[in-house]
Every structure is written in C-alpha cells, then in structure tokens.
C-alpha cells in the first residue's frame, strides 16, 4: 500500500492541481528560553530568553503544510492593518504562497499567539484578537476575494475555522454553495456547536472533543461517539466524515461503514498544528486520486511525524516519503505474526467488514509462479493470510533435502509482497487448526487440487465461506530450479 501513497506524494511536485485555504491566518510567535530560577517579585518562573520564533498558524499553516507538500496553494484570510499582519504575510509568502487575495482589517488586530517555552514546557500563552464579529462590507469583501480566486479552478478548497471570525455561517454557505455549482469539493476544519453551516461541504475533520461537543455526547463513550458522528455525516450530507482520536488514530466514517486508522507517532512532543497537517494532506491526496481511507493514511502518517517537534511546525515532502519508505519497510517485518498478533489483525479486519483470504505452503525458493498465485488469491478477498509451513513440516512434507531457505528468511521475502497482507508459521501436519482460529471467508489453493481436497474447505463452507481454486503457472516450481541447479 505504502508504495502507492509514495506514488502519490512524488506526483504533488509539479502537479498542475492547485488548493485553495479559505480561513482564520495567524502569527504563532515563540519565546523560546531557560527557567532555573523563580522570580522574587512573585511566584513565577524567569524565563531567559534565548531565541524568538515566528511561524504561520490557523489556516496559514494549513497552507506551509500544502506548500511543505509541494502543491500550488493560495489563501484566502484576514490580517490587521499592523506589524504583526506585515509579518505574517511576509511568512506565508516566503512559503510559496500566493497571497493576493489576503484581506486587511482596519476593525480588528492580526490573530497572534504569543506561546513563551522553556524546552518543550510551554510556560504561558498569550493571543491578540478580536471578538468582534466581521461587517458586512468585510464580509463582501472576502465573499469577493473568494470568487477571483475560484475563477482559477482549485482542485478542492479546504475552510480553516478557528472561529475567529472569517467563516462566519453565511460566508461558509455561500462558498460551499459556490464550489458545488463549481463542482469543486470542500473540507473543512469545524469550530463550534453548531455544524449546520458546513452542511453540503465534502468532509469535515474533527478532533474527538470537537466531534462529542457537536453531538452532544460523552467523549468517553467511544462507540456513541462514532455512531452520533456517522448520523452527523448523514445531516450534513458529507460524503466521508474524519475523526481525528489523537493517540487512538482517526475514524472514516463513509456510507458503508466505520473504519480506524491507528496512530503512527512514536514520540509526541507538541501536538499543535496536528489538525492543520491532517486536513492538508488529505487535500492533497484527495486531489491527487487517492480513496478516503488511503488519503487519511497519508494525513495520520504525516501527522505522526508533526507532533514530533516543538510548535507549530508543516510537514515537508521529503520527511513525509522518508516516513513512508521508513514505515513500508517496517510494515512488511510487522506482517509476520504470532497468534495472539495475526488474532488481533483479524479481529480489526473483521470488523471493518473486509473478506479474509487463507492460503498455505512452503514457498521454497519463491518463484514467478507463486508471486502470479498470490496476487491472484489476494484477488478473491481484501486481506490474505499466507499460513507458512515451518522447517520441520516442510522437512516432513519434501524430504530431509527441504527447505532450501530457511522459515525466517521464507517468510521475510513473502512479508515483501504487496499481495500477502499477514504471514503466520505453523508446525502441524496440516493448517487446520490455524484455518479454525482464523475462520476465514475463502481458502485458496493451486488448481492442482479438487475443492473436496482443500484442508479446511468443508470447515470454510461451514460458517459461508468458499473454496477457491486459482490456475497455476506451469513450468515453474522449486523442484525444477533445484534440478537446475543440480541439488
């Protein structure tokens, strides 16, 4: 799978498809420094100020992780006739970003977040803003600035809602009405309790709290959660509905069914700006081809690897392709199981309603004729499970020559194939007791065999499941290698 995503990601360079940011830009500013003492003026820490950053937060930063991605991004926000404004522009179009249609408020200061930190301990926050609802002629304005920048025919618009003031709920109507005539999808980053003013808009990506706030349950109630999130999708006519769980990874919630994508971070140090990644990455993907599931796999990857810095910090394309290569190696050695593991995958794919495929053998010495096998038995179902016979049973089976290679090795190689989804070793005479524990949808042998000789086939049938026979290459097997070779 991995392979596709960094398909993908190698194609958001140069890509013609451009995305438009439409929401709340402000300046993240970090005071960075030491505390080693307590102030005797009051019972405060001293920091001692080492180093001042400032950086795109809000929607801007949505826009640095597009950018960071290598995509064409423009946005569309609100800044204060102030330094702070000039500074943040200046940000966002070092970025890359076009920032022409950016709007400035005489009314109302530029969005600041002032976060002073000693290590990775934020210490105090400090924001300028104004609570102050837009006017109606800024209003028009931004609705303006919007339909100049749509004429450029974005491939997806993403609405970045901090509620501080840009999306109010007719602006985001009206721009969600605009897109569908334009056919141009939209997600949005929710805020508030109320999310009617998001009805008709693509998908939306809220966090866990942000989703039991709107459906008014308890956040601990993981499963009345997801089922008032999935009625939410169905209110709002959303095409996919994305919950981000933090440690717990995100739920897609679609039309069919109810899938958890686990978290990938190793360390999480700051998980500020979290949100902004995911929702630009999945934009990305989205826009580039890729499935609802497949693009929040890319987003909760690049997401792992954000919350392992300090701040508010985009993702790059070269550290989101070093992650994935870094983890499709990784998730090719996790494809070898035990029981309790393969027990644990199955109970996952189970519930999320895939159809399981077994398969067995000794794989001795792979061949084309058995990598032409496997992906044609990976075809009857959504996940495989290749059940690998151990030294000892291949020993049994072949003779005291056999294996060639040995188990560890024999099923590191298998663990390789894009079409082996989870490989287990078993010592017994036959696979039965593994086929038991499993119970899956189909079994799948070489046509070399009847339906009434598959182990496990009539077991299979038992519970609804099939027996599938799938044609062999002839003229390849290990034995005619190993005669080549002269073994």
């Not at 004429?151 to 009405?177: F, H, Q, R, W």
């Not at 070399?448 to 044609?471: A, H, M, R």
Request: net charge negative; with cysteine; hydrophobic share 40%.
């Amino acid at each position: 799978m991995n392979s596709q995503l960094i398909d993908t990601v190698r194609q958001f360079t140069g890509s013609k498809k451009s995305i438009l940011v439409i929401g709340d830009v402000m300046l993240d500013r970090y005071l960075m420094g030491n505390v080693n003492r307590i102030s005797p003026e009051a019972p405060v820490p001293v920091v001692l100020l080492k180093q001042s950053e400032d950086r795109a937060g809000g929607a801007a930063n949505v826009a640095a992780n597009l950018s960071g991605l290598g995509l064409n991004t423009e946005i569309i926000g609100c800044i204060g006739d102030d330094v702070t404004g000039k500074i943040l522009t200046q940000i966002i179009a070092d970025s890359g970003i076009g920032v022409a249609n950016i709007m400035t408020s005489k009314l109302r200061p530029t969005v600041s977040k002032t976060r002073v930190m000693s290590g990775n301990q934020q210490i105090v926050r400090i924001d300028d803003e104004s609570a102050a609802a837009f006017s109606v002629e800024e209003n028009q304005q931004l609705l303006n600035n919007v339909a100049q920048a749509l004429n450029n025919k974005p491939a997806m618009v993403i609405l970045s809602d901090y509620a501080k003031g840009v999306l109010s709920d007719s602006t985001c109507k009206a721009i969600i009405e605009h897109c569908k005539h334009l056919n141009i999808p939209v997600i949005a980053d929710p805020k508030g309790r109320d999310y009617g003013k998001y009805k008709g808009a693509s998908t939306l990506t809220p966090n866990k709290k942000e989703t039991a706030e709107a459906c008014g349950v308890d956040i601990n109630e993981t499963e009345a959660l997801l089922h008032a999130a999935e009625q939410l999708k169905n209110q709002l006519n959303l095409d996919f509905l994305a919950v981000t769980r933090g440690e717990e990874g995100i739920s897609l919630i679609d039309d069919k069914q109810i899938q958890h994508i686990p978290a990938t971070a190793k360390k999480v140090f700051d998980v500020s700006g979290a949100g902004d990644t995911v929702i630009a990455t999945l934009a990305a993907g989205l826009a580039h081809g890729l499935n609802p599931h497949d693009a929040l796999q890319l987003a909760n990857i690049a997401a792992g690897i954000v919350v392992g810095k300090v701040g508010t910090v985009p993702v790059s394309k070269a550290e989101l392709l070093k992650a994935l290569v870094s983890e499709d190696g990784q998730s090719q050695a996790d494809k070898i199981c035990d029981g309790t593991q393969l027990a644990e995958l199955v109970s996952r794919w189970k519930a999320n309603q895939q159809k399981i495929v077994f398969t067995n053998g000794c794989f001795d010495l792979l061949h084309a004729g058995h990598v032409t096998y496997l992906e044609a038995a990976k075809k009857t179902g959504d996940k495989l499970i290749l059940g690998l016979n151990t030294d000892r049973s291949v020993s049994a089976l072949k003779g005291p020559t056999r294996p060639v290679v040995h188990e560890g090795d024999r099923a590191r190689v298998l663990a390789a194939l894009a079409s082996v989804d989870a490989v287990i070793l078993f010592d017994e005479d036959t696979p039965l007791q593994l086929i038991d524990a499993i119970r899956p949808d189909v079994i799948v042998k070489g046509d070399d065999y009847t339906e009434d000789q598959v182990v496990g086939g009539t077991e299979v049938k038992s519970w609804g499941g099939s027996v599938k026979l799938i044609p062999l290459v002839q003229g390849r097997s290990t034995s005619n290698i190993i005669k080549k070779l002269g073994a």
